[in-house]
């Protein structure tokens, strides 16, 4: 039996840690593929490059192993990957590890997450990873036994149609991490301030910063699970429909009205 | 009583005809707040703006009426329009006119939706619209009273907490529109092909391009909805999880593996 075909993806750059703890762990399950943007792209959400050419970059070779930079997005960089450099399904899409939470709502702004969305929208089996220490000499090793033991699952019982994995691993400093929960996505926000400024030449700007505020409390929410210290794992689709919504505004349908 | 505070925001940019004409509709309605970035910036999602300052451009105001430009992306606009320039919350936010579909999974890499996202989160009522009509001619002006329509009913009853709407016009030359329908996503996907091309100097670049795919037959979609020359709208929420596959994975939970 030929091994896996694994697409690795991420948001922090082909130069990250986390990326690199990655490939670590996921080299033990089949044969790699990375294809990484060429500078941070931490925040990019779901966006797509539309108007400037993509380039990319082979960085290494050798039997089972492929390595790419590119100058787009990680959602580009998993569209370029699957498409023109792979160019057939790959058995699994992986993207990190994240460095911070793409818990709750973080996962709408992430684009180690977008890339896994990607993977779910061609139904190749997606998984996203990210650690939860925002330290600069965060930890990424005591991520390789879940990323396994997720990884290992996947690939022998894939995922259910156009549904991806958003995993997150706790910053446990001392105290272990106590395994691994299937929880839902916390509603929780950001509370943004804006810090305004003035250049050199007396002109006006703002810095975009924030504080994550957690509106819910739920026991079955990633939040909570992290809290806890345990690995929340959300699995997550492209639906955004408030199904719940819809009986509720089924009295706004009108005819023409020009 | 106090006429409504409408925040008005769009992805195609300050300048864009489809910008315009939600203006000349919502004017109607209330006082206004724009905040448009300076350039276009479609496909560019939830994308945030982390590590470059935001600039903004007050270029009108006069009374009820203050329009901005931002170097920002349409999820900076929302943020900053919102905290940094009215500093309390609008009655409403309105995102587009959008030229081109948002409609099934356009949706996710839309920025005029992100902005109405970012409304959601806030718990700011919130509506996206978008014309289907790809035309540099596109005509706005008949999305007039579905926009008045469908912001009306959201000014008088609000919306569920943390849902927005996206809307959608279909375009239609001489065939009437029919009439409003409230819908759900339907899943669709785009289909990529990458352009493989030598620039000048002999070195490979790459264009996103692709077709869209509808997989999706649902007569309660978005999709069918505007193929039958109906306005489509769908309520969104931003909980991506997907709930029915968590009793799924209830085994793959685990203890310690450190």
Partial sequence: MSKPLILVINDDGIHAPGLRALIKAVRQLGDLVIVAPDKPMSGMSHAVTLNTPLRVHKLKEEEGYAEYSCNGTPADCA???HKA??????????????????????????????????????????????????????????????ILSIARKVLENGL????????????????PIKGIKIVRQALAYWEESFEHRKDPHERDYFWLSGTFRNRDNGEDTDEWALRNNYV???????????????????????????
Wanted: proline content about 6%; overall charge negative.
């Fill in 79 to 81: 569209k370029l990957g």
């Fill in 85 to 146: 450099i792979i160019g057939r399904k790959p058995d699994l899409l992986v993207s990190g590890i994240n460095h911070g939470s793409n818990a709750s709502v973080n996962v709408v702004y992430s684009g180690t997450m977008a890339a896994v969305i990607e993977g779910a929208m061609e139904n190749v089996p997606s998984i996203g990873f990210s650690l939860n220490d925002y330290s600069i000499n965060a930890d990424f090793s005591k991520c390789e036994p879940y």
């Fill in 160 to 175: 259910p149609d156009y549904t991806c994995l958003n995993v997150n691993i706790p910053a446990v400093n001392g105290s």
């Fill in 232 to 258: 929340s794992v959300v699995p997550l689709h492209f639906d955004l429909t408030s199904h719940k919504t819809i009986p509720l505004l089924r009295d706004w349908e009108t005819g023409n009205l020009n």
